[in-house]
């Protein structure tokens, strides 16, 4: 099986040279349990942390094009695949904001979401039917929910702005020119706050926004971590950018870092800075009309084998969402946590040695999961017990310089 690699490059103390390519076993194999081996570099760029692929259109087909966040740079780079190990950029780098490190593409494959860490950004690019990004647009800045000027914004509040601004510009359309002037202005107000750019407080116990990650979820939603003002952040593509919909805040120096969506249609987020996973789950209203509204319905530790100085990693799925696999840095273990009840509550069931230096990022393939060791250079295969859904010891290891982000390719 193939898989492209980011990594780091010496721009940023690292050892890659750009895009890497790893097999596990044949090229063609669909497990990823037969020996690993770095197959070199594919495409020469600085430091691509983060890679996702287009989805695939009429016109493209899926994996024909791969987006990297150059964090050094603060651009995303799209890059076209010109045969089965090699790769050319596709139109420039198109700006993003500091130390960008995460890309999500949209299901329909019009535009992307990238997330920046050193400021905060969260940018919106159209992208065209070859999949080339351009146009990008900023978000509203988050507001700490755990500042001064709070209000109710604290401990998972929310505030919906959707449905309000929806009725509003349907009973405006209705009313016509004549009598639009005595509809409230809720659609305005969102327009107003949708052009806010501004950060948050400033001031010496100012808390930096440290955006990380952005989730695609059923229904035309966008879900978005700040790490910095933990924060879940709620959107909906408003075709020229994106429109703040509830700003959901998880405890106080949590650190939310990365998300995934569960078939049972929960959110699980896993922290940074204090190795937690939360759930959030989304209510309907009681008056049965406007959108639903998400809340943090429990929380975990990873593990009670987790160290003071530990930093959560990556998030991810069993094949049959029964399990949840977080990456712990420092102690470097990968965390299994089971799914109990109806998807709203998580136990965690073992914590075990992730056989690389800190995991950065992993990926489960059927009963195998490889790890990027990023200080290691290195990333390992471990096989999941199927009785268990533990990982148990290293089966295969590959030299990889720099590594911080697999992606199978399609």
Request: hydrophobic fraction near 40%; proline fraction near 8%; aromatic fraction near 6%.
């Amino acid at each position: 099986m193939r898989f492209w690699l980011g990594g780091y490059t010496a721009d940023m103390d690292g050892n890659a040279t750009g895009l890497g390519m790893l097999l596990a076993g044949a090229a063609d194999e669909a497990s990823a349990g037969g020996p690993l081996a770095f197959a070199g570099e594919v495409a020469t760029t600085d430091s691509p942390s983060w890679l996702t692929a287009h989805p695939g259109s009429a016109s493209l087909a899926s994996g024909d094009v791969v987006y990297a966040a150059l964090e050094n740079s603060g651009q995303v780079q799209a890059f076209r695949r010109t045969g089965e190990a090699s790769f050319v950029p596709l139109g420039e780098p198109v700006a993003a904001g500091e130390a960008v490190c995460h890309v999500a593409v949209a299901p329909d494959g019009t535009f992307l979401v990238a997330s920046c860490w050193g400021d905060g950004r969260v940018v919106r690019m159209d992208l065209d039917a070859a999949g080339r990004p351009s146009t990008p647009v900023l978000a509203p800045s988050a507001a700490d929910p755990h500042g001064p000027d709070a209000g109710g914004q604290r401990a998972g509040g929310a505030v919906a702005l959707d449905g309000l601004a929806a009725a509003a510009r349907a009973l405006r359309e209705a009313a016509g020119p004549e009598y639009a002037h005595l509809v409230p202005g809720h659609d305005l107000e969102e327009a107003a706050s949708a052009d806010e750019t501004t950060t948050s407080a400033e001031g010496p116990d100012a808390r930096p926004s440290r955006a990380h990650q952005a989730v695609f979820l059923p229904g035309g939603l966008i879900a978005t971590t700040d790490l910095g003002l933990d924060l879940v952040r709620f959107w909906r593509d408003g075709g020229t950018g994106l429109r703040p919909v509830q700003d959901v805040a998880l405890p106080k120096g949590s650190g939310p870092r990365h998300m995934v969506w569960h078939p049972s249609g929960h959110l699980y987020v896993v922290t940074e800075l204090s190795c937690e996973l939360f759930v959030l789950a989304a209510s309907a209203p009681a008056s049965g009309s406007g959108p639903a509204t998400w809340r943090v319905v429990s929380g975990t530790p990873l593990g009670a084998g987790t160290l003071p100085g530990d930093s959560g990693a990556e998030l991810a799925p069993s094949r049959d969402g029964e399990f949840l696999y977080a990456g712990v840095r420092g102690s470097n273990t990968i965390a299994t946590l089971r799914v109990r009840g109806a998807g709203e509550s998580i136990t965690p069931v073992a914590l075990v040695d992730a056989g690389v230096d800190w995991p950065r990022h992993h990926l489960v393939v059927r009963d195998i999961v490889l790890v990027a060791g990023q200080r290691s250079d290195e990333v390992a295969s471990l096989t999941l017990d199927v009785r268990t859904g533990v990982p148990g010891r290293v089966r295969h290891r590959a030299a990889t310089p720099s590594p911080t982000c697999l992606l199978p390719a399609r």
